[in-house]
């Protein structure tokens, strides 16, 4: 089974830029969706399709995705970006979330 | 305004059966597909389960671990989706949420979650 690996914690000092890795086998031919979860709250969806944001989500937030590694952005980060965000693909009709990482600002 | 709303977790004995709810409104609940995925306390997200709707002759996927235990159905008329789970396990324990799904097979709006608690 297709396996997303991210890391288990991040931190970004305030007005910083963060980055927030996901890795997989060839994750760059795969489209990549991003989710942000709150302390005691739902996932909200903050990036799809590897870069595109929904209504709603601040343009501080981007995305990439190429080779092995797919990457949320974060620029000019705010203590209200502190949450944990997970990575999500498609695989054989199965939805794949990578383990979370906790985004942590100084 | 799209809601989610879950229903129907609690206190289940190792072996037993639990059938959740999500009520939804605010949009065309037949246009779409929904997931349910469920997050164990202080872990991350594991998808559930997918169903598809009438134009995909409403189909299923399910995660390996759970087929054969665990049955999604819904019902257009009610603008509902329910997760059926039996022989639930310890590891079972978990928030469980229900998903519309949108944009390129994405989660666009989820429910606030049910806990249920699989435990003698």
Redesign the interface.
Known sequence: ?YELTQPVSVSVALGQTARITCGGDNIGGR?V?W?Q?MPG?????VM??DK?R?SGIPERFSGSNSGNTATLTISRAQAGDEA?Y?C?V?DS????????TKLTVL | EVQLVESGGGLVQPGGSLRLSCETSGFTFSDHYFDWVRQAPGKGLEWVGRARNKAHSYTTEYAASMKGRFTISRDDSKNSLYLQMNSLKTEDTAVYYCARVGEAGTCDFWGQGTLVTVSS
């Open positions: 089974s489209n969706h989710y979860q709250q739902a996932p909200v969806l799809y399709r595109i929904p944990d997970y999500q498609w009709s199965a939805a794949v979330f990578g383990g979370g």
